[in-house]
Structures are given as structure tokens and as C-alpha cells.
């Protein structure tokens, strides 16, 4: 099986649970500048509502200008002009279902770009939504979507090593049940199904294996990889689902509950930057209107749907400050007939109006108003004005960020760009800095600029090693810091708070110093290159006072030696019966000799206290017979002269105590023959030997 077929089939299995992510995480790079960046920084959205079916465009955004016309090639449908919400702009006019649009075309936050389509249209809802997901010609089939083109472009590493500490949100989210074409990537999916992220449970237990380097251990190490990965991001878009809060109240309706979910998530703080969201209905060949009023009837209602649904998301977007984040815009796969059907309905057609919502936004009106024949037949169409592709790319470089040479990479052509945001707000190179004000329109990713979009010269944080390494004991100055740069091409200049004197990270001490002698505090560290004017990197410090020394023992009687589990330090002085050791791990084993042993353990720093440890490693005495009826023979190693021998009854009572000298044999005999028949307890005491064992006698 191909590896494409292959995917495509994953993400269908997928698709079965609603818990169960598609297998298509975001693809990015590592790199904080990223145009993708996941990172807690706040980042443009652009939110897609898809309208499948083929909207009416000539009943949505009417051209009031060509009523005449329309009401002789549309009588079945036409709305009546007193009835049509008037956007007092280019005779333009809007169903009265989306009369809420109006108040955002009013306030600047609506853009509308009136016949779009692309040529030759395909009358096939699945092969004119496929064009428009793939953003390809009419002639021409792609297994990718435009919008998993530009993840994989802009970050091609994906899918290995996610998600990962600078990138643990899914880029790309779809609501709905499947992953689409328009996230399908060249090598993987891009998209996070999120059909209802308060639901999520963990379906794919966590599992490691190891799998052959042919084909089929390839994929199974796909489906393990992307397994993990839905594991994490689902708990990682629950937990912003909630902990996110809805100011306004969306509309009961599966549109509504998409979006509601889309502004929770944006709402809870999840970093992705693409949503889409659909509405299906729109193929109205027959009760499009209702008879008795072409106000009402299914195309109403879905439009005030969307009416509802958007304003509700906008509002919420408002009431969290992120409407100026967000860009929405609609599409479907074409638009309508001019003429209508006798089944109060209109069939397939060509060019239709797209909608785009944002606070940024260029709100001026593209395109001219449908041309509506004084003769029309049911075979003409409207004229196509604008390639599809133009919006895909202003969105590409005005919102997402990108440049001519990117979009060209993920449409295969190049494309005249419209005007989507306004011209204050577009950013191509993404530094910051508008293109309108910026005087160095070509900044490498990644640039630290001035007001003037040119670079600043800049070191990443990470260039320098700051570390506490020894804690200080109050009324002490005996506290530490190490600092290293890993650039080592610059000579740095380094000033600590409280400190007068100056230090240097250069090739002299090799970029690497320990400042020394400080006493408990919060140190401020910072880092300037006299090379270059109005560097200056900082860091803070904390020299804390240490903990007190903590150690345990455990004796190894075999090995004649004791494991020293330590804490608190990162250097410890052990001394054993008066011989000095250092160590610098918190497990350390020392040898015993027989006998007394004494343990003492110390650190560097006097504060943290003294562990004091005695132990007794006894000799293993031996003895035999045992039954026994008159001698009991006990031999002792080592080098004792003489033992004490004490026998005690099982109850506890003292029978005998007695000094026994130990002779060559290293033998001494114990008579038992004054003892009763009876388990007796013997012991053992002397400079080594410290042990007791029981016997019986016959």
C-alpha cells in the first residue's frame, strides 16, 4: 500500500471515535520566530468556515443595482427589495438573515470579495470542494491541501519529536469528525480533531515498541508515533476547553457548537493558529424559498445560522481582547445558478461572494457587482473576477505570514495578491513592524528589530550558562555562581548587583568564570558587549542557604562495607576510623574493618551540620556440634585473645557468664553437660566479635 492511500485510510480509523484526534499534529520548526510559533506568545488565527453545498451568492450579497434583471432570471426566489438589509455601499445588499452582517461591514470589520471561482468550474461538489481544498487547477488532481502545503513548507520536520516543550499545542485544529483534505500534507496530516475536547479519554494505552525498517514496520511506527501524540495534545485542548470562559451564548445549532468550541479554545489559551468549521445545506435545488415567502425557506435559515453563530463568536472574541487576533472567512465549493429552477431553487453554478471577518481587515469592497444579462438564459453564469487562489495567498502573506516566493511553493503559480488586511497591519516579513513603517521590509525570521523593522543585533538567552552552584551559610559568604557564554566570538563585559567590580567572559578565562564569595541573596547578572552599543542581557541568581545534611547507613556484612545514602550536597568528606575521603555522589560505600567503626561525614559548608555514624562489624563466629550433650567447641576468627561467653535459657534467663582465653587453635570449648536437656542462647563479646546463636541440648 502507498504511503499517501495509507494515511488516508488512518485517518478515516480516526474518525470513528470522537475522542480519538485524526492523526495530524501540527508540522513546525524550532525556532521561536516561527510564523507558526506555539509558543505563549499570542499569535494572528485565521478561522475557516466552510459552507458545503454551493451557496447562493445572488441571495446573499445582492447587487441592488441589477434587481431588474434578477427579478426576470429569478422570479422564484428573488427577495423582496424592502425586505434586503442595504449596506449603503457599491448597491450592494444583504439577505435579511445576515443582518448582523451589516453592523460589521459598518464598523470596519467586514471584507467582502464578490465573484470568486476559478475557471473552467467543475459542477461536482466532491471535485469543485477538492479544487478548492487543494487549491489546484480545474485539470489538475493533488492529494495535498493548500493549508497542510503551507504547515509542511513552513515547518518540515514534522511529524517526529512532537509535541515538545516550545510547541505542545496542535497547530491546526478541524471540529468535526474526520480530518479533510485541505490539512492533508505531502507527508503527513496537520490537522487535530476536536469534536468535543470536554469528552476526552485515553483510548490508546502508551506503548514503545521496536519495529523493523521495512515497510510495514514503517507505518507501525507511524501509528505509535501519532498514537502518543494524540494522547498529549487531547489533554493539552481539554484543559484549555477547560479552563476557558463564554461571556456570550452561541446558538443551539452544530455551527454554533463548532465555533463555541473554537472560541473556548482560543478563549482557555491554546496556541494553535488554524480552525475550521463547517456548515452543509447549501445545495438548495428545490425549497431554497419558501412559496409564500422567498424571505424564508432552508437557505434562511442556514444564513441566519451563520449570522448567529459568527456574531456570537465575534462577541466572545471581543470580550477576551482577541478580535484583533482573529481573521474568519467563509468559502464553498461554488456558487449558484442566475437563473432559478420551477422548484423555488437555483442548481450548481460558478463565481460567488467570500466573506472575511477581522478587526484588521481592509473593509473596502473587491469586485464589481454581478453582471446580470437583460436576456439571461438558464445556461449562462456569472463571470469569474477573482481566482480562488488570490485570497489563499493575500491570506498567506497579509495574516499567516509568508512571502510571494512561500505561496508560490504551496499554489504552484504565482497570483495577483488582493487587499485582505489593512495596509497598517500587514507584516510581511513578519518582524513586528507594519510594512508601511518598516524601513528593512527583508528581516531574516528571527530578527530583533527597531521601530524601524531593522535588526538589532541579538544573542538567543540560552548563549549563556547561569548556575547556582553552592548555597551559602547565613553570617557566611561562602555562596557560588558560574557563568559561561557559549558564544565565544564576542568579549563580554558582566556586572553583578552588590558587587563593584567588573567581570569578563573572553578567551582569557576561556568564556567560563565563578563568582565567588557571596553571601544569601538574589543576584542581578548583567551582560553587555562593549562591541555592541545598547546590548544588554540579563539574569537573576539565588544564592539560598543549604539544607541540612542528611544520611542513612546500611551495612553490608558480607562485603564488610556500608552504603552511605547522603543529602545535601554536591561534595561530601567522609572520614572512617580516622581516614579522609571525598565524594561527589549521594551514594558512596566505605569498607569496615571488625569491630568498632566510626563514621563521620561533612560538607564544604559548616552549616549544614555533621553525620556521625558508629557501627560494629562483627566476626562470624562458628560452632559445632549443634544438637550437642557435653562440649560445645566455638571458633573465632580475627585476631581476639580472649572472649566473654554468656548462656542464656529461652525465657530470657542469665545460666552462666564466663572470659575464655583464645588459643592457636582459635577453638574454645564450652561445656554443656551442667545444662538440662532445652534451647539454650549463646553469646559472644569481644573487640571484634559482637554475635549470638542458638543450640540445643540433648
Known sequence: MERRKFLHNISHVSALAATMPSFAISGLDFTSSSYLSNTESKGNILVLVKLNGGNDGLNTVIPLDKMSNLSKARPHVILPESKIVNLDSNDLGLHPSISNFKSFFDENRLKIIQNVGYEKPDFSHFRSMDIWQSASDYDQYLNSGWIGRYIENRHPEYPNNYPNNQYPHPLSVELGWQTSLLFTGDNSFTSFIANNPSDFREIINEFDNLYPSDRKGEKLKYVQLIAKQSNLYSKEVKKAYESSTTAHNYPNTNLGRQLEIAGRLISGGLNTRIYMVELGGFDTHDSQVESSDNTKGQHSVLLKDLNDSVTAFIKNLDAIGRSDDVLTMTFSEFGRTIVSNGSNGTDHGTAAPMFIFGNKVNPEVLGANPNIPDNVQWQDNLAVEFDYRQVYKSIINQWLGGETSTSKDILFKDFYELSIAGEQYVDTDNDGVADINDNCPDTPEGSVVDLNGCVLFSLPANNYSVKTVSASCIGSNNGKISLSAEDTSHAYQVNVSGIENTFSLSSDNEHSIVLEDLEVGVYTINISIAAQEGYLQSFEAKVTEPDP??????????????????????????????????????????????????IKVTTPLDCQGVYEEVLFMSEKLRYFPNPVDSELNITIPGTDSE?????????????YRGTHS????????????????????????????????KVIKL
Do not use: C
Not at 643 to 655: C, H, T
Not at 663 to 692: C, D, H, P, W
Open 643 to 655: 572472649i566473654a561467653i554468656e548462656v542464656f535459657s529461652d525465657g530470657g534467663a542469665n545460666l
Open 549 to 598: 545534611l542528611q544520611g542513612k547507613t546500611q551495612i553490608d556484612y558480607f562485603s564488610k562495607s556500608a552504603q552511605l545514602q547522603l543529602k545535601g550536597s554536591e561534595v561530601y568528606y567522609i572520614e572512617v576510623n580516622g581516614v579522609m575521603m571525598a565524594a561527589h555522589s549521594n551514594l558512596f560505600t566505605v569498607p569496615l574493618r571488625a569491630g568498632k567503626n566510626t
Open 662 to 693: 583464645i588459643g592457636a587453635s582459635r577453638t574454645i570449648q564450652l561445656s554443656m553437660s551442667r545444662f538440662k536437656s532445652g534451647l539454650y542462647i549463646v553469646t559472644g563479646t569481644g573487640k571484634t566479635v559482637n554475635e549470638s546463636f
